[in-house]
């Protein structure tokens, strides 16, 4: 087989994503971060294994991307969501504070305080804090989707009764995955308009607009 580089391997691990491939997937995201660990790719991996249903390894994954770029925001987001869907309710919050610090004008910072907010049980509070970040947010149509699923499940479990703000994380274990096939496919046009979020802010330092 011809060597390749860590970028060609990442670009073969996205296809493959495409493909519903998920064995040469996570395939080539291991031989991808072994010749060089890169957040993108942990990450994306972190998100195979959550949808494998292997939590353990998600959350470390998730925890070693945004050790690595600490300005990939919605790795800290998902990263909480996935401690809370096993119950580690600090843990999630810890995760969400460095999206807490960007402040208001951050969709995510919303993102992040709805979270809270279902945690302590403020539902009210949290459905209009999710409102305020989907509406702020023009970046990431595929996170304002599963902040739908979010509220949709919010809003089944109240009807039902029930109180479980881990139930709601359950339905974003696969939204870090989506949002790199989105990155993925995203180009610049030639009019100089938006990136997907991630794409745009890779590397980035500052406030997420």
Request: hydrophobic share 40%; charged share 25%; aromatic share 6%.
């Amino acid at each position: 087989m011809i060597d390749l580089d860590a970028e060609e391997l990442f670009h073969l691990a996205m296809k493959a994503s495409e493909e519903g491939d998920r064995d040469k997937t996570i395939t080539y995201l291991k031989r991808s971060i072994a010749l060089q660990p890169q957040a993108k790719s942990i990450y994306i991996l972190a998100a195979e294994y959550a949808e494998l249903g292997m939590m353990q390894r998600a959350i470390e994954g998730m925890q070693r991307a945004v050790e690595l770029e600490p300005t990939l925001w919605t790795a800290h987001f998902q990263l909480g969501l996935l401690f809370l869907s096993q119950s580690l309710i600090q843990e999630a919050k810890n995760a969400w504070e460095p999206l807490i610090e960007l402040g208001p004008e951050a969709y995510l910072y919303h993102f992040a305080v709805g979270c809270m907010q279902l945690i302590d049980e403020k539902t009210e509070d949290a459905l209009e804090s999710f409102a305020i970040g989907v509406n702020m947010n023009d970046d990431n149509p595929a996170l304002n989707r599963d902040i739908g699923n979010i509220v949709n499940s919010v809003l089944g479990s109240e009807q039902a009764g029930e109180k479980r703000p881990e139930a709601a994380a359950e339905q974003m274990n696969g939204a870090a995955e989506s949002e790199f096939d989105e990155m993925e496919r995203a180009e610049d046009t030639a009019a100089g308009g938006k990136r997907h979020l991630l794409l745009s802010k890779y590397g980035e330092s500052g406030k997420l607009s």
